[in-house]
């Protein structure tokens, strides 16, 4: 994961890690200082050693802090990924059951226009059968307009029940949708408080380590001071 921020592990240690051999230990310093300094040049080279140990310690304490952060977002985000997974297996689920109603929708439509339209053919074979019986032609006409009617109301219902199942099938994807969009833009509360906690932690290292940065700097200007006045 790239950081956003400017102070990260890597940043850290190009700037602000120190060799151990690249200071000499305070014991060390003050051995040979007393050998040839005096006592204020002693003391301000002691401070120094100093200075030089707390930037390693907080350097060494920040970059394993940060570290510690970095994982815990890691670890954060392997948790949103799995607990996203039974929304897109609802997701998923919810495209099959739509294809399979509309799909039902269909063949209910191919059903009744077939069923209509053999019943219509039965009629009409009826009516022209019934020529010269006044009254059979006229109860075969009248069960034609009936069935007629029927048929046309049969396959005007099941379009209709195509397109209400459309649109429900459509809102049920678009809610699923928004749900898995929703969850992945808020987060997990524990997603929020682990990059909040590396926000914190990288504003209190940048502090501490400009103040131990500014206190070696103030210290080394004193020691050119005081050996400038043969202190």
């Given at each position: 994961m790239e950081s956003p921020y400017p102070f990260v592990i890597e940043s850290l240690e190009s700037r602000m890690?120190?060799?151990a051999a690249t200071f000499p230990s305070v014991a060390s310093v003050s051995d040979r200082a007393r050998k040839?300094?005096?006592?204020?040049?002693?003391?301000?080279?002691?401070?120094?050693?100093?200075?030089?140990?707390?930037?390693?310690?907080?350097?060494?304490?920040?970059?394993?802090?940060?570290?510690?952060?970095?994982?815990?977002?890691?670890?954060?985000?392997?948790?949103?990924?799995?607990?996203?997974?039974?929304?897109?297996?609802?997701?998923?689920?919810?495209?099959l059951t739509g294809k399979a109603q509309l799909s039902s929708d269909a063949a209910a439509l191919r059903s009744a226009s077939l069923a209509g339209k053999s019943l219509i053919v039965t009629d009409v074979a009826a009516v022209r059968a019934a020529r010269g019986d006044p009254v059979g032609l006229a109860a075969a006409k009248a069960k034609l307009a009936i069935d007629q009617a029927q048929v046309k109301s049969n396959i005007l219902a099941a379009r209709e029940k195509i397109r209400t199942d459309a649109a429900e099938a459509k809102a049920t994807l678009q809610a699923d949708r928004q749900e898995i969009r929703d969850f992945r833009a808020n987060g997990s509360d524990e997603l929020r408080a682990a990059r909040q906690r590396l926000l914190d932690d990288s504003r209190e290292c940048r502090a501490t380590m400009l103040q131990d940065k500014r206190t070696l700097a103030a210290d080394k200007l004193r020691l050119a001071a005081d050996k400038r006045a043969g202190l």
């Open positions: 890690l120190f060799s040839a300094d005096s006592d204020v040049i002693i003391a301000d080279k002691q401070k120094i050693a100093e200075d030089q140990a707390k930037l390693r310690t907080d350097t060494i304490t920040c970059n394993a802090l940060l570290a510690a952060d970095f994982a815990a977002i890691k670890q954060q985000l392997v948790q949103q990924r799995g607990d996203v997974l039974p929304l897109l297996a609802q997701f998923r689920a919810d495209i």
